[in-house]
């Protein structure tokens, strides 16, 4: 242990006071507990607090040691007082619920839905007593919370300036963020600082205390409402800040109104912290567009990779990739390879340079029904479809909404018309650059997750489900479960996918998968495109990974769609490893985390769906990692064959990124498997069960 570490543990004995001190300690800060909950197996205590002046707060513990300390609720108005003292008690009411439902698709078949929520009204004893109520729901690897807002006389309409909601963290602990509201959306290297160095940062934030607590801080049920970031306002504690809008309050909604859930991770490691993101699915309502069978989870190849290296182009012109001959060759190398679908990015018409006109940021020339001359989508449809592969849809709107839903109708009618039952959208703009049409008639600059944009995601997804078509949204949203509710909101990007590798500087360094495993991927599944198997970008320039790493992440990062983005020269040039890129499932029954580290190791196994065969994947960072696990996750009594791809003896992502190792052996549930990754390495293995 180190002397960091150490010094943190010392700490935290001098901030872990038992349970039977808590009281105390409250009672000294003046606050009274009028009114707790615990979860269903009494490890998570939620208290709420009520301070002298009136202010409303609560405290998180577990296992009787003090998680989050004293924190305050509530809001600032742009029209109205702020909810924020003079409130008093009013009442509370609790419930007990537990219930296991089935995903169509994911990372686990079925889910358990297991809490204890508590209700907490309050109201104010001065301006007509409004009221507010919070509700919690408290499961045993975590709490969420959000709050009520009833219709009342002096608040028919909220217009809300900002939230109040405050995280106190009770010990120390060092923290992994992106920051909020810089020019580049999501797309940022995480931060790994202590929690006193935090900025302003979006979420999911995650934080491991001294102790080795692990805790996610991130919100579920994102609906008609600003995303949440979180901005460190002295000592260890964190408070929510909204995203802007141009219209002034960050959030305009009639009453009653119910804010998304706040949702605090909180587990004993890395491993049962990507177990608890359950909770953010559980957060969310069912599903709610009824039968999803006509989706199903897949791998795809498609014209964009190209793009990137600069040896096609989007525009029209002698490099344009969206042309019938390109795209009928990516179907018969799709049927030939057992991949399911094609996409295809250029093929409508608006990417053009014309006079001052360029599609980036604006987007007012692109039509979402026109194909270039060379691109004959109906012929392509009927071609695709005859070779039983479905085309891929694109559009990008460059941000520029109030084009494209004046077109989305008529859009997503022609992809019905022709088959295709799935839609990439892109909003390539600069932070703050949504064009998006205001009450007024005219046309504001909104940011990518404001309300608008949080709107706007939902009435795509929901026409698209009208219509049977998937939707994969790029510079997207942030996810916060709602893929349960519409489960045709089946992936999304966000957070410096494997395009960033292909531009050159600055690339994903070795550690940005093993981080993203505890933070992007804690609010759902990632749209990543792993698999180049080149190993390197545009002019050539080296990504920083190993041949094994690449296949890997096809375990590691979860989507139901996924991509083979590579050159397809560059797969028939190595069968051998571009075989497990084949083999690999996309949609599993079950998934376990063997070992975990935040930032450094990221082992799973993961079984397919409907089927006795798993898969292991593991990614590292910059150093040589090592893992031994037992594969008792295996059938008892059955005999597998392990395929396995792992880093050369003399893999090194910066001397031998090629080295590697393709071996088989005969294995049961009773063994264990020992592997080496080697820095910026991985390794990836199939189970196969023998008869």
């Not at 924190?71 to 108005?77: A, D, I, K, T, V």
């Not at 909020?180 to 790994?192: K, P, T």
């Not at 990632?526 to 920083?544: A, E, R, Y």
Request: glycine letters at 8%.
């Amino acid at each position: 242990m180190t002397l960091f570490r150490l010094a943190f543990a010392f700490l935290l004995c001098l901030i872990a006071i038992p349970a039977a001190a808590q009281d105390v300690a409250q009672a000294a800060s003046g606050s009274k507990i009028v009114a707790s909950a615990t979860s269903p197996s009494k490890v998570l205590q939620v208290d709420v607090t009520l301070s002298p002046e009136g202010r409303v707060g609560y405290v998180i513990s577990r296992s009787g040691k003090p998680v989050i300390s004293d924190s305050r609720l509530g809001f600032l108005f742009t029209d109205a007082p702020e909810m924020l003292r003079n409130f008093v008690f009013a009442g509370q009411s609790s419930r007990s619920f537990d219930e296991t439902w089935e995903q169509p698709w994911g990372e686990y078949r079925t889910i358990r839905n297991r809490y204890n929520e508590l209700t907490v009204s309050f109201d104010e004893k001065n301006w007509d007593k409004r009221r507010m109520s919070v509700v919690f729901r408290v499961f045993d690897d975590g709490v969420g919370f959000r709050y009520a807002l009833p219709q009342q006389a002096k608040l028919t309409r909220a217009n809300i300036a900002e939230e109040l909601t405050e995280f106190t963290i009770a010990e120390p602990g060092e923290a992994w963020w992106d920051p909020a509201f810089e020019w580049n959306r999501e797309e940022y290297v995480y931060n790994r600082t202590p929690i006193e160095q935090i900025g302003t940062a979006q979420t999911p934030l995650t934080i491991r205390t001294a102790s080795g607590l692990h805790l996610s801080f991130h919100e579920a049920a994102l609906v008609d409402y600003s995303a949440m970031n979180l901005r460190r306002v002295g000592g260890r504690t964190l408070k929510a800040v909204l995203t802007p809008s141009s219209m002034g309050p960050k959030v305009s909604r009639d009453t009653p109104l119910a804010t998304p859930w706040r949702v605090i991770l909180i587990a004993p490691d890395a491993p049962s912290l990507y177990r608890s993101a359950q909770i953010i699915l559980n957060l969310n309502e069912p599903n709610k567009i009824g039968d999803v069978s006509w989706f199903k989870p897949e791998k795809y190849v498609g014209i964009w990779w190209d793009m990137h290296l600069d040896r096609k182009t989007w525009e029209s012109g002698p490099k344009h990739g969206a042309t019938t001959e390109y795209t009928k060759r990516m179907i018969d190398f799709a049927v030939k390879n057992g991949f399911g679908g094609v996409l295809v990015e250029g093929w409508n018409k608006g990417w053009d340079k014309n006079g001052d006109y360029e599609w980036f940021a604006n987007g007012s020339e692109f039509s979402f029904t026109e194909a270039y001359p060379d691109f004959d989508i109906e012929e392509l449809a009927r071609y695709a479809k005859s070779k039983g592969v479905g085309l891929i849809g694109h559009h990008e709107t460059a941000g520029n909404i109030v084009n494209y839903e004046k077109q989305l109708g008529p859009a997503l009618d022609l992809y019905q018309r022709l088959g295709i039952h799935a839609v990439k959208t892109g909003y390539v703009a600069d932070a703050g650059g949504i064009q998006a049409l205001g009450p007024d008639g005219k046309t504001h600059f909104e940011w990518h997750e404001g309300q608008t944009m949080v709107n706007h995601h939902l009435k795509v997804v929901t026409e698209a489900a009208k219509r049977q078509i998937a939707v994969n949204p790029h510079e997207p949203v942030k996810d916060t479960g709602l893929r349960r509710t519409y489960p045709n909101w089946v992936s999304r990007e966000g957070q410096r996918g494997m395009e960033y590798n292909a531009w050159g500087e600055p690339k994903n360094p070795p550690e940005h998968e093993a981080n993203l495993v505890f933070t992007r991927l804690i609010g759902g599944p990632m749209d990543f495109t792993p698999g180049v198997l080149s190993l390197t970008g545009k002019n050539n320039t080296p990504i920083l990974s190993t041949l094994a790493k690449q296949l890997a992440l096809y375990v590691v990062i979860y989507s139901p769609i996924q991509m083979a983005p590579d050159l397809i020269e560059n797969y028939e040039a190595n069968p051998k490893t571009f075989k497990f890129i084949k083999d690999v499932a996309v949609d599993w029954d079950d998934t376990r985390m063997l070992a975990g580290e935040v930032g450094d190791l990221a082992v799973f196994a993961r079984k397919a769906r409907g089927s006795d065969m798993w898969f292991i994947g593991a990614v590292g960072d910059e150093q040589e990692r090592r893992f031994d696990v037992a594969l008792d996750f295996l059938k008892p009594g059955k005999t597998y064959r392990a395929e396995i791809y792992r880093d050369g003896d003399d893999a090194d992502y910066r001397t031998n990124q090629r080295s590697i190792a393709i071996e088989q052996r005969i294995v049961t549930a009773k063994d264990r498997m020992a592997l080496r990754l080697a820095p910026g390495g991985g390794a990836a293995v199939r189970f196969v069960p023998l008869r």
